[in-house]
């Protein structure tokens, strides 16, 4: 792999995260090595912003048995970027250009520019002296589509960075969060376990008619129900700009021998390049038992014929040979984080002492609490830590306390003579704690969400919660379900919030006035 610069004014950056053998490299999606390319022009970008050059960044694959050619263009100018007030001068334009020679003929080819100015913006607003952020455009979800589950009958929602869900009670916001923790758990292997904790497919399908009449919506003709056209199923899928997926489930053809004719199936997956599925950017499709994915050249393979209908392709087919964008995928879903109600009642784990080792991410319940916070001190963002408690409480400091390897946590605060331990703290501080602990996690996930963060919190501690999430969103993707109007206020501020508003109509969720629904395809059956 040969890396070249057709700029004489800078050196090419080295490049992180590529595929490391041409065959690699052929086997991955073109769009794909083209957003970690982007991502690698970050320090570029950040060093000449001024420029009005394009400039090109060309990646050779060679393989000694003739050649196939890709290309690939893209202009942002000023004008994809959301701030207008920016200076003319800082007009930026980049062009990233890729060259792939190999013996094989290249069917994934596409020249649609996938968009990049979001990486470019991203560029232009950090300053140099920072280091490089990871790219989370990159893995960011941009298109959510729900069918069928509970009151989300047909809800599609466009996503950024930072996105805050909210709605009266009863909305549907528990569900869009649930929802998400589904998606998650395709990747864990545990769907149907999830649906099953749920009360099983036939209590979480929309318990509502099929489609609404337009007398039934103008509200002159009842709601009732009228034979189905299509087969229950209860759809989930997203898209990013690199790659989307979906699932499809259903119930089992009647089979009077079993007793599991209740249990959900999964019917179809899909998994594809880019933000809208279509016909021509499948990679791996499962229909029923079979799973089909594409190989190096662009042919479809069989890779299963018997998948258990109750198995995922994500974690039965992802295998770094023959599935790499899978096993990718996955491994990314794998890594979304939830927090849903820390618990901090007097018993909860959070305000006992811990044996403390290293602890990069907080235990969904709070747990090692003592032990996160110290590992933010030692290896991660402890000035932000330091000023993120000292937002919330001026004058305070947290302290983490070892006795024989247990950690134990110590507030010093403002007119106090002794720091209090964490037995000791309010609710409402021990959950503002648990939250920085979360969020300035050192190893950032792709996605993090958030279910009402604003538990016993007093307002007074909704502006620096906010600003502590917009900051987290700028190294993971947010996703903050809160029915508190200071927090959602609060966030709002934020020039790249986006809000989701859910509302009710005749026991449907439905995503009200804002952006249109994005567009959106499911596999078929
Ligand atoms: N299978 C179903 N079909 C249709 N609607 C359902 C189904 N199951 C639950 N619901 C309804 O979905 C609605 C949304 O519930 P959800 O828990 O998501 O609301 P919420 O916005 O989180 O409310 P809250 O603010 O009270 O927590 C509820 O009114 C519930 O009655
Ligand atoms: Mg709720």
Redesign the pocket.
Known sequence: MKLTSQMPSWTAPKLVGMPSTPRQAIGQSLQSLLLVAAENLYPVLRKMPNSSAPIHHRLAVKKPSGRAHALFRHRPSIRDIRTSRRKKSEKCKLCVRFEVVSGSKFTHVSSRSPPIDAHVLHAKRESSDQPPLRSIQVAMITRLAISG???L?EVRVTLGALNVVT????????????ALKLLADIAQGRIIQSLAAEGGLQ??????PEAFSRAMNAGSAPVQGAVRKYPISLKLGFSGKDYGYAIDLGLPPPDSRSKFSSDPEIKVESQWTGEQLDRTNVFALRVGPGVRIRNGQGEWQQTYQNLDAFDSMMTHCADPHHAIELLMLRERMRDWRFYDHLRTDRDAASRKPQIGTYTPVLASDGSDLAAALQTIREIGAAEQMDVAIADAFPGARVEVISTDGYFELEMRQHGLLRPLKAAELSDGTLRYLLLVAALLSPRPPALMILN?PETSLHPELMPPLARLIAQASRRSQAVV?S?SPTLVGALDADADCRRVV?E?HL???VVSAGAPPPDWAWPSR
């Open positions: 589950y509970r009151s009958r709605g009266a009670n009863g909305s549907g916001k528990s569900s869009l969060y649930r209590s979480t399908l929309w318990a509502g009402e379900v029915h859910l009710k026991g449907e969720t």
